[in-house]
């Protein structure tokens, strides 16, 4: 993908992003949006490039997003009814390209029993959970195939 593709892509994406965020939508703030989307894409893409780094994507990644809904439903309702205190931090082999280990924080901190800690490229998944149960997003995410 080109340097200007990518920007793009980055920038519709962030955009999105931002806008989803609003309280209220009115012209000046879908105008911040807008150029704060195309700063952040342009700073996207020089980082990525200065780093020398290759996202390599597997559209079965996405299929993450299947259970989500479910896994935030879940996780709200453990959290509600038990209210727990702490939680568990747990580390779990993952394998990870760069793409893999950012999507699956995504997907992984998106429902609110869990946040992801780390995962460095050579090292081990560490996630931070307050309760857990199905659908087992985490063993999604980490499975090797």
């Known amino acids: ?19 989803t965020t609003l309280g209220t939508f009115t012209g000046p703030e879908f105008a911040v949006a807008i150029g704060v989307g195309l700063l952040c894409a342009v700073l ?3 980082a990525r490039h200065a780093a020398r780094a290759r ?7 996405a299929a993450w997003l299947v259970p989500l ?11 509600l009814s038990r209210l727990p205190r702490g939680g ?5 082999p993952a394998p990870g390209s760069a793409f893999r280990r950012a ?16 995962w460095p490229p050579d090292g081990p998944l560490t996630l931070h959970e307050l309760g ?7 063993g999604r995410v980490t499975r090797a195939n």
């Open 1 to 19: 993908m080109g340097h200007v593709a990518e920007a793009v892509v980055w920038w519709v994406v962030l955009t999105a992003v931002y806008v």
């Open 69 to 79: 809904p479910a896994a935030i439903a879940a996780d709200t309702v453990r959290l």
């Open 103 to 118: 999507w699956g924080t995504v997907v992984l901190s998106s429902s609110p029993g869990s946040v992801v800690l780390d």
């Open 44 to 46: 996207a893409v020089v």
């Open 55 to 61: 996202w390599s994507v597997e559209p079965r990644w």
């Open 132 to 138: 857990s149960g199905p659908p087992h997003l985490d």
């Open 88 to 92: 568990t931090i747990r580390d779990l």
